[in-house]
């Protein structure tokens, strides 16, 4: 954000990124697996920031979507006993075709609507979960999950599936910064902008609507997948709106505009609880009004009000010689 | 058993009918959805549980007082999660009101724990007409709902009080230019909308157990009755209440008791699909 300079964010990244790697070494066992489940929902927030930040369509139904991909993985690697790395290209495909359908259905709503038939869609996909013993398990949930693993190579312990989940948070993240460059990322913005506007630019809205929302299906599924085999038993109680709700709050508090917000958001909500665990029975109490105040006084998110913050302090400061004339006037 | 079930369901259907018209008058006053509107209706029920359980106090003076308690934490939840964004873009409130539902159900379970307590029914036993029983608080409920509906859209059609308010949800900025103080139209309208939620909570507090998390799925079905009935509407958010109550308990009882919230949202997207603006709604016109 603050280095314009295309080299310098490289050697910031290789760094942070060693930095990563090295993490493992220096946390507990507990910790890892906090940074684990953190990974996890770094993907979904991910795929919010495709469907909602990029294309400015709110959809609620990106947890039924990751309860989905862990399904379709626990099914095929427990009854069909598939190998597990099919079972997660199976997940992304399976969720991507049934995220597809719901997208051609839906898109036909406008605004709010479509947000508002997400919730439908989440919530069904929950009551499915939750009772179609034969296939989901029922409330019991699918346990004996087999751990994750290609060829002779099997992620056995918390610190494999953490460079496994690094590997593939590092990959997801690049794809959906060049997604965000790309032609088809400045299509779904423009749709997000003004969709009217968009569509008399030549873009077809009903389709690339319905292609973002498949990219943020196959997030989703590959995130659920990877759930499955980190957790080895899902329920149904994992699925549900307020988790979806969930990412929605990560990514606003991160701020939507750039990849950068999705990674602070989700950090932070997930390292929070870790500090403030003193609070104990007030920390969910906290958590709400933290949310309410964060919006009242940073309405653009941590990304987008320190941004304002930063320019400030240029003003205040002056910054080169031209600018001190003007800013003189002002201080 | 059919008439017992209608009845049922008409008690169920008004209550979600009142949180809905509550969301409804929200969205028509300043343009967001309130995500904390079924916490209203669960503040509502563990209130009337302290003044009637707790304070002992009769059931028709519980119910006025609990109706004037929610009237301000309405105002309050206004100047906290609404006031300060007003300017802002209408997600930022979306995403304020969630964190006041998170607040106000952690908040719930600080004040009055988190083990389900009961209530005893305003109205005690069981009806009989020829056949059929059915138990009073049912009736009662949809008796003092209907009143209540019918006093609030009194209010808002026939009185000045109510041309204030009609006044400032069309337009902000021309109600401040005829001099009409919105802030205290907003909260005015904040405080009708956790009203009727809380009363809905009250009555439907004896039927349920009382715990924090009873907000969340009455306000989502009140929410897809908000989106059956046509979003803006008073009269659809009513209808539409009617017509989950509906679908609620006869799917309940004839389809699957397991997937009955299940068949409820389906209808909601089914609905959507087919009628994309709801029953009631306006054409939705597309502006530039």
């Known amino acids: 954000m603050i280095t314009k300079n295309k080299s310098t964010r490289i050697i910031l990244l290789i760094v942070a990124l060693a930095l990563a790697a090295l993490l493992p070494y220096a946390t507990s066992n507990y910790m890892l697996r906090v940074l684990n489940m953190m990974f996890i929902n770094y993907i979904c927030v991910l795929s ?3 469907i909602f930040g990029m294309t400015g369509q709110m959809s609620f139904a990106q947890a039924g979507y990751w309860g989905l991909g862990a399904y379709i993985t626990a099914i095929l690697t427990t ?6 790395l099919l079972a997660l290209v199976g997940s992304a495909l399976g969720t991507a075709v049934f ?3 719901v997208g051609l259905a839906l898109f036909r709503l406008h605004g709010h609507y479509f947000g508002f038939a997400s919730i439908g869609v989440v919530m069904t996909m929950n009551g499915i979960f939750q009772n179609w013993t034969p ?7 699918m346990g004996n999950i087999p751990q994750f693993g290609i060829g002779g190579w099997e992620c056995n312990s918390d610190m494999s599936y953490f460079y496994l989940l690094l590997f593939v948070v590092v990959a997801i993240s690049l794809i959906t910064e060049l997604i965000h460059r790309s032609s088809l990322g400045r299509s779904f913005m423009a749709i997000r902008d003004n969709e009217i506007a968009a569509k008399c630019m030549g873009v077809n809205s009903y389709f690339t609507k319905n ?3 498949v990219i943020s299906g196959i997030y989703c599924g590959i995130a659920g997948s990877l759930f499955a085999f980190l957790s080895s038993y899902i329920s149904a109680t994992s699925f549900i709106f307020p988790q979806s709700v969930m990412y929605l709050v990560m990514l606003m508090l991160g701020g939507y505009n750039s990849i950068a917000g999705p990674i602070i958001g989700t950090t932070l909500l997930a390292l929070l609880p870790e500090w403030f665990r003193p609070l104990q029975e007030y920390i969910l109490l906290v958590y709400g009004l933290g949310v309410i105040l964060l919006m009242v006084v940073m309405p653009d998110g941590l990304i987008g009000g320190g941004k304002k913050i930063y320019e400030h302090i240029c003003k205040r400061s002056g910054g080169g010689t031209g600018k001190n004339q003007t800013s003189n006037g002002v201080g | 058993m059919a008439l017992q079930m209608l009845i049922t369901s008409l008690a169920m259907g008004i209550v979600y009918g009142m949180v ?9 006053a300043v343009g967001v959805i309130n995500f904390a509107q079924g916490e209203f209706l669960m503040v509502g029920a563990f209130v009337s549980y302290t003044l009637a359980e707790q304070l002992g106090i009769p059931m028709s003076i519980a119910l006025v007082a609990c109706a004037v308690i929610m009237g301000i934490v309405g105002v309050i939840f206004h100047f906290i999660t609404y006031w300060p964004l007003r300017k802002s873009w209408d997600i930022t409130v979306i995403i304020s009101t969630i964190g006041a539902s ?6 719930a379970t600080l004040i009055w724990g988190p083990a389900p307590l009961s209530i005893d029914p305003l109205v005690d036993g069981v009806a009989r007409f020829s056949t059929v029983s059915i138990e009073w608080q049912f009736i009662v409920t949809i008796g003092v709902s209907a009143v209540l509906m019918a006093g609030i859209f009194y209010l808002l059609e026939r009185t000045y009080l109510g041309h204030i308010l009609q006044a400032t949800a069309q337009d902000q900025y ?4 005829i001099g009409i103080p919105v802030v205290v139209a907003t909260g005015m309208t904040f405080a009708i909308s956790a009203l009727i939620a809380g009363v809905g909570g009250m009555l439907l507090a004896p039927v349920f157990f009382v715990t924090s998390t009873m907000g969340g799925i009455t306000g989502l079905k009140a929410f897809a009755a908000v989106v059956i009935g046509g979003f803006g509407s008073v009269q659809g958010a009513i209808i539409g209440g009617l017509i989950v109550g509906m679908v609620d308990t006869f799917s309940g009882a004839y389809v699957s008791s397991t997937y009955r919230d299940a068949i409820v949202f389906m209808f909601l997207v089914v609905v959507l699909v087919i009628r994309p603006q709801g029953i009631f709604g306006e054409k939705i016109a597309e502006k530039v």
């Open chain 1, 48 to 50: 919010m920031f495709v």
């Open chain 1, 79 to 84: 009854k069909f006993h598939v190998a597990p």
């Open chain 1, 99 to 101: 995220v597809l359908l």
């Open chain 1, 135 to 141: 296939v989901t398990g029922g409330a019991n949930g």
């Open chain 1, 211 to 213: 292609v973002a929302y």
């Open chain 2, 20 to 28: 809905a018209m509550g969301m409804v008058l929200i969205w028509r």
């Open chain 2, 102 to 107: 998170i607040a106000l159900k952690e908040a």
């Open chain 2, 174 to 177: 021309a109600a401040a230019l």
